[in-house]
């Protein structure tokens, strides 16, 4: 590249992109979706312009009790397959004036829980193999169920690719790094855009029949009957309104109570790392006074010293643990945290507004 | 939006052998919000001299085959010129291959052109797309116009096709279009999204961001205020006797207002409380679990900083100790929260 092209600073989701996208995650819930996205990057902005869903290999039954690939849609982004069938969809893309450039992927979530491995090498593999402004959706299909639509932008930030490739997540490589859990990823905001014709479409549907409504019902089966009365058009989504708190706090609890798990487990690896580290310590500090002892005599009975290094051969330190696990695990906490503080900020809202309106009384004193 | 109400005939067959002929039992199209606007995007996407352009609808039949759900569709090229049309079937096929490997669920149920006029190439296409082999048959092939004429409404038709002709020769090269009622539907997963997209449809530069829980809240209430106020002024005006009264509106309002619950007090009181209080305990708790967590974290990194020249094991083992015991404690907390939860 000859000029260095501004950073990415944002993503322009194109109206049939955020359908499509639904479409696919929805009809796969609550297992994993994946897909390719192409737009084009204009001025630090990329614009997503349309996409397409990646098949997912079916695991033939026998292999059913294989743990190789538990979810093979998770990891089907890198898969091999599937480079050629996103670069021959791309290519048929080109054909029909479609915006030929894959600018990433896509993937369903089920309450946040996306900041996985998975996630991690898809994304990374995105921006080391294929294009360095590449960015991975992620549609949230339960927290969009609720009212709002969640979709999300994230590319991995310089400083996290430069430790992921090579495997710097020792305690003393994070300290000498400085990489904290926030800067594993860079999250870009989302903005939607529709095409004229979308829009013009849209207006179209909500005002379905606007000379009619002078007309006043004869009856109320007619009034029931009328278009009015069927919640077809695109107008207002009350699902935001309804007061179903506790299914979400639930699976709330139940997921950070993984984290939790996945985080005494990861302690519980590096203590054990420790132990094991601290004993081998202890025998090779033995083994070196051992041999100093032996070198003393010798040195008094004029006999050639023994090499003192050669522990390093006779001992091997166990390998530190990644904490790259812990790392992404804290992250994951963090978005919870944040999703439940988004949501108790609306519920509580709402609960002290029906309690206004069922007790007026206690509101006026 | 289908205000046109449809009457089937059935008529009588072309002269095509029996048995060939696609059925043209009546059916029901329904049509989801993504195919739409896959076509109103190829729409655009065309070469500036084209007119229109076509491409292929894919999706799912019921079972007896009197409804067709437009799922998805993908665009085709072709070219018309005064006394021919080509069709890129090549690349038709390859492109329904690839659809159908990402979703083996999904057929080809039709194709779709982006003006709503209906010419003998139409017929052509439309012979194409019901025929056997690679076509739809046995069932009917739906053909879809939108038209995206500018400066017009966009007008959306669906039809199927009859045989018609008097030979074998003209039969292939015609066919008469038979308009099929159409609906667009959508599902609950659908409608979030679409929402928002709906919320940039009166922006300047057509786009809207992404809002959070509490704004579209914030957006929800309004609408709902603003309804009433509408309601409101509407039964004042009645009541003013300015505008006709009406009976079936009287009762509609009143059967709405029916639905309002009734509760006593004191189990308001006490549902509220319970629920606020499970609410902002799990709040609390996720907070409280990060915070641990991240300083469980900074902990097990950071130790430099605390002992100055000593190596990297000698601090970091009592800081995983405290960070054990940070962990048991989170561990056990939403758990009890749980258990409150449970009895809520």
Same mark, same amino acid.
């Given at each position: 590249?000859?000029?260095?092209?501004?950073?990415?600073?944002?993503?322009?989701?194109?109206?049939?992109?955020?359908?499509?996208?639904?479409k696919?995650?929805?009809?796969?819930?609550p297992?994993?979706?994946?897909?390719?996205?192409?737009?084009?990057d204009?001025?630090?902005?990329?614009?997503?312009?349309?996409?397409?869903?990646?098949p997912?290999v079916?695991v033939p039954?026998?292999?059913?009790?294989?743990?190789?690939a538990?979810?093979?849609?998770?990891?089907?982004?890198r898969?091999?397959?599937?480079?050629?069938y996103?670069?021959?969809?791309?290519?048929m893309?080109?054909?029909?004036?479609?915006?030929?450039?894959?600018?990433?992927?896509?993937?369903?979530a089920n309450?946040?829980?996306?900041?996985?491995?998975?996630?991690?090498?898809?994304?990374?593999?995105?921006?080391?193999?294929?294009?360095?402004?590449?960015?991975?959706?992620?549609?949230?299909v339960?927290r969009?169920?609720q009212?709002?639509?969640?979709?999300r932008?994230?590319?991995?930030?310089?400083k996290?690719?430069?430790?992921?490739k090579?495997?710097?997540?020792?305690?003393?490589?994070?300290?000498?790094?400085?990489?904290r859990?926030?800067?594993?990823f860079?999250?870009?905001?989302v903005k939607?855009h529709n095409?004229?014709l979308?829009?013009?479409?849209?207006?179209?549907l909500?005002?379905?029949?606007?000379?009619?409504?002078t007309?006043?019902?004869?009856?109320?089966?007619?009034?029931?009957s009328?278009p009015?009365?069927?919640?077809?058009?695109?107008?207002?989504?009350?699902?935001?309104?309804?007061?179903?708190?506790?299914?979400?706090?639930?699976?709330?609890?139940d997921?950070l109570?993984?984290?939790?798990?996945?985080?005494?487990?990861?302690?519980?690896?590096?203590?054990y790392?420790?132990?094991?580290?601290?004993?081998e310590?202890?025998?090779?500090?033995?083994?070196k006074?051992?041999?100093?002892?032996?070198?003393?005599?010798?040195a008094?009975?004029?006999?050639?010293?023994?090499?003192?290094?050669e522990?390093?051969r006779?001992f091997?330190?166990?390998?530190e643990?990644s904490?790259?696990?812990?790392?992404l695990?804290t992250r994951?906490?963090?978005?919870?945290?944040?999703q439940?503080?988004?949501?108790?900020?609306?519920?509580?809202?709402?609960?002290?507004?029906?309690?206004?309106?069922?007790l007026?009384?206690?509101?006026?004193? | 939006m289908a205000?046109?109400?449809?009457?089937?005939?059935?008529?009588?067959?072309?002269?095509?052998?029996?048995?060939?002929a696609?059925?043209?039992?009546?059916?029901?199209?329904?049509?989801?919000?993504?195919?739409?606007f896959?076509?109103?995007?190829?729409?655009?996407?065309?070469?500036v001299?084209?007119?229109?352009?076509i !491409?292929?609808? %894919?999706? $799912? =039949?019921?079972?007896?085959?009197?409804e &067709?759900? +437009?799922?998805s569709?993908? @665009?085709?090229?072709?070219?018309?010129?005064?006394?021919?049309?080509?069709v890129?079937m090549e690349?038709h096929?390859?492109?329904?291959?690839?659809?159908?490997?990402?979703?083996?669920r999904?057929?080809?149920v039709?194709?779709?052109?982006t003006?709503?006029e209906l010419n003998?190439?139409?017929?052509?296409?439309?012979?194409?797309?019901?025929?056997?082999?690679?076509?739809?048959?046995?069932h009917?092939?739906?053909?879809?116009?939108?038209?995206?004429?500018? !400066?017009?409404? %966009?007008? $959306? =038709?669906?039809?199927i096709s009859?045989? &018609?002709? +008097?030979?074998?020769e003209? @039969?292939?090269?015609?066919?008469?279009?038979?308009?099929?009622?159409?609906?667009?539907r959508?599902?609950e997963?659908?409608?979030s999204?679409?929402?928002?997209?709906?919320?940039a449809?009166?922006?300047?530069?057509?786009?809207?961001?992404?809002?959070?829980?509490?704004?579209?809240?914030e957006?929800?209430?309004?609408?709902?205020?603003?309804?009433?106020?509408?309601?409101?002024?509407?039964?004042?005006?009645?009541?003013?006797?300015e505008?006709?009264?009406?009976?079936?509106?009287?009762?509609?309002l009143?059967?709405a207002?029916?639905?309002?619950?009734k509760?006593?007090?004191?189990?308001?009181?006490?549902?509220?409380?319970?629920?606020i209080?499970?609410?902002?305990?799990?709040?609390y708790?996720?907070?409280?679990?990060?915070t641990?967590m991240?300083?469980?974290?900074?902990?097990?990194?950071?130790?430099?900083t605390?002992?100055?020249?000593?190596?990297?094991?000698?601090p970091?083992t009592?800081?995983?100790?405290r960070?054990?015991?940070?962990?048991?404690?989170?561990?056990?907390?939403p758990r009890?929260?749980?258990?409150?939860?449970?009895?809520?």
């Open positions: 590249m000859a000029e260095i092209p501004a950073p990415l600073a944002a993503v322009q989701v194109e109206a049939l992109v955020v359908m499509k996208i639904i696919h995650c929805s009809q796969t819930f297992s994993t979706a994946t897909g390719g996205i192409v737009g084009m204009v001025d630090g902005t990329l614009e997503i312009t349309n996409t397409f869903p990646f997912v079916e039954a026998e292999s059913h009790f294989d743990n190789a538990p979810n093979p849609a998770a990891a089907a982004p898969a091999k397959a599937n480079a050629a996103s670069a021959e969809m791309i290519r893309l080109r054909e029909v004036n479609t915006d030929a450039n894959s600018v990433g992927w896509y993937t369903s309450m946040g829980n996306f900041v996985n491995m998975n996630v991690i090498e898809n994304q990374f593999y995105y921006q080391s193999q294929l294009n360095e402004r590449t960015v991975a959706l992620v549609h949230d339960s969009s169920s009212g709002s639509l969640s979709l932008a994230f590319r991995l930030s310089s996290f690719m430069a430790a992921f090579e495997n710097k997540f020792t305690s003393e490589d994070l300290q000498k790094s400085n990489l859990h926030p800067d594993i860079e999250e870009l905001p939607l095409s004229h979308i829009t013009s479409f849209i207006h179209q909500q005002c379905p029949t606007s000379t009619a409504s007309e006043l019902p004869p009856s109320l089966a007619a009034l029931e009328s009015f009365a069927k919640t077809s058009t695109l107008t207002p989504n009350f699902d935001n309104l309804s007061l179903s708190i506790d299914p979400f706090l639930e699976k709330n609890c997921l109570l993984d984290s939790i798990e996945t985080h005494n487990t990861e302690v519980n690896n590096y203590q790392y420790q132990r094991v580290l601290g004993r310590q202890q025998k090779i500090n033995a083994w006074q051992k041999r100093a002892q032996e070198n003393a005599s010798r008094t009975l004029n006999q050639p010293l023994l090499p003192e290094d522990w390093q006779l091997k330190l166990p390998a643990p904490r790259l696990e812990s790392m695990n994951q906490v963090d978005q919870y945290a944040r439940v503080d988004s949501f108790v900020s609306s519920s509580t809202g709402k609960m002290f507004a029906i309690k206004g309106n069922l007026p009384n206690e509101t006026s004193n | 205000e046109d109400s449809f009457l089937h005939l059935a008529r009588p067959l072309g002269p095509v052998s029996v048995g060939t696609p059925t043209t039992a009546p059916l029901n199209v329904v049509i989801q919000p993504q195919a739409i896959s076509v109103l995007d190829h729409s655009l996407r065309r070469n001299d084209q007119e229109r352009v !491409g292929t609808l %894919l999706g $799912t =039949r019921s079972e007896d085959g009197s &067709v759900e +437009v799922r569709a993908f @665009a085709v090229g072709h070219s018309e010129a005064e006394d021919q049309v080509e890129d690349y096929k390859q492109m329904l291959a690839l659809h159908l490997k990402a979703n083996p999904e057929v080809l039709g194709w779709y052109a003006a709503s003998t190439f139409s017929a052509l296409i439309q012979n194409f797309y019901s025929g056997q082999g690679d076509g739809t048959w046995p009917p092939a739906v053909h879809l116009t939108v038209s995206t004429e500018a !400066g017009k409404d %966009l007008e $959306t =038709r669906a039809y009859a045989p &018609v002709g +008097v030979t074998a003209r @039969a292939a090269d015609s066919a008469a279009f038979i308009p099929v009622p159409y609906e667009l959508y599902g997963a659908d409608k999204g679409l929402e928002s997209i709906a919320n449809k009166d922006a300047e530069d057509r786009s809207a961001s992404v809002t959070s829980d509490i704004e579209s809240l957006r929800a209430i309004e609408e709902v205020l603003s309804m009433v106020d509408r309601v409101s002024r509407y039964v004042e005006s009645v009541i003013d006797e505008t006709p009264a009406s009976t079936a509106m009287g009762q509609f009143l059967n207002l029916a639905l309002a619950p509760v006593e007090p004191a189990d308001i009181e006490r549902d509220f409380n319970n629920h209080q499970d609410v902002l305990v799990v709040s708790l996720a907070n409280t679990v990060r641990q991240e300083l469980s974290t900074r902990l097990a990194t950071a130790q430099l605390l002992g100055s020249g000593v190596g990297a094991e000698g970091s009592g800081d995983n100790q960070n054990q015991r940070g962990g048991k404690n989170q561990g056990g907390r009890q929260d749980r258990t409150e939860e449970a009895r809520a």
